[in-house]
């Protein structure tokens, strides 16, 4: 690599500039605020963890853990992980923490960086942002619906719409941009059988199979249901159907989640080809995907039920679910249907001073403005009047509040809209209540 390279950002990284740091910053917030809603609290876990949580979490058998992490040896020799997804860690962390000990329940999310060593496309990357949720301790089905309702609130709130009616992914722009596919994969007593029906399936019908198909009969049956090669997905159609092997929980289970979903009127698509990449899922899963704007990579979200991840991590028997959203393709899909996220972190006010020897009266007027919480900048660096009123379009200020010789002696400043362009005299006194006035309102 030469020099020039290296001081690039990495393959498959890229720096959140602008719109993109703004993006990530405003799901984070409606996320926040969703969640908050349904009785969730934060939670940070390391960005790097011991090989074996994800080893042992999502599989060794998944491409995740067989091909994608950045796995590394510390100073002390230790194996070490950069977490390709969150899932694993939070439980890690529930079961260090004691959160669910003696039936307790936990209701957490994340906000965080992902690293997976893939082939980087428009919506995938190496390092990538995700938000997501984890019920943790709650086995019955509402917590399946409750956890679907959420995400599908999550996309609403923002803006997309449900695709109704329709089993294509096609949706026209009137008829919304979301579609939520949905599945059950059985449990611990039901699943292997089927996965033993799908690897002798697999098998039978090596021939027409790609090679990575063949491959999976022996490793990871289950997700030859989930290539993208034309000749595999035709095979792969006529392969045993999880229908036909469920036991009765597992199958009461899933009617009354479908039951609640129902009820609560969410549209979604049952798809028993979803599987979902990674080895923990039991049960109910589920996936959101968008129409417009992603190419293949068009699953925005998606999560589900796994009930043995917490034995897996070395705790005791406790079910889970949970669900992961990919930011950088839900951003996508947001500017695919015309959505602008509304920026929280705007300034508001610039303070634009028109007489050098009122350069510290301007600054000490800002320091107060900040004080009564207004988002208020001001020139730091001697400009023109004129650069500083571009200084404030760049900024995207709503007002400018000018200081000059004149108003400084009436006692007062200058507001001037930068919308209306209207200008007009405010004494020193009133000006924060000229500023804010209308707040309330929004
Ligand atoms: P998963 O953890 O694989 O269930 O992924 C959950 C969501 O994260 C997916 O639906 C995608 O939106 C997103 N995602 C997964 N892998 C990547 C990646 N390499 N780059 C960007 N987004 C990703």
Redesign the pocket.
Known sequence: MSTKDSFRAPKGTADLLGSAAAGWDALQQTARRVFARYGYAPVYTPVFEHTEVFARGIGEATDVVGKEMYTFTDRAGRSLTLRP?NTAGVVRAAIQAHLTDNGQTAKLFYAGPMF?Y?RPQK????Q?Y?LGAEALGFQAPAADAEMVLMLRDFYLTLGLTETRGSASLAASPDNGNLVLLLNTMGCAQCRPAWRDAMAGYIRAHADGLCQECQRRADTNPLRALDCKNPACVDIMAGAPKLADYLCDDCREHFAQVRALLDAAGVVYQLDPTLV???DYYTRTVF?FQVADGLGSQN?????GRYDGLFEQLGGSPTPGIGF???A??TLLALEAAGIILSDTNRTAVYVACADADLRDTAFLLTTALRAAGVSVVCDLQDKSLKSQFKAADKAGAGHVVIIGADEDARGGVTLRDMQTKTELFVPRDELLAALTAGDSEN
């Open positions: 997804e997976r893939e919506g995938r990357q190496r990538f995700q979902r990449g990674l996936e699953a925005v979200g998606g999560g992961a959203i990919g950088e393709r």
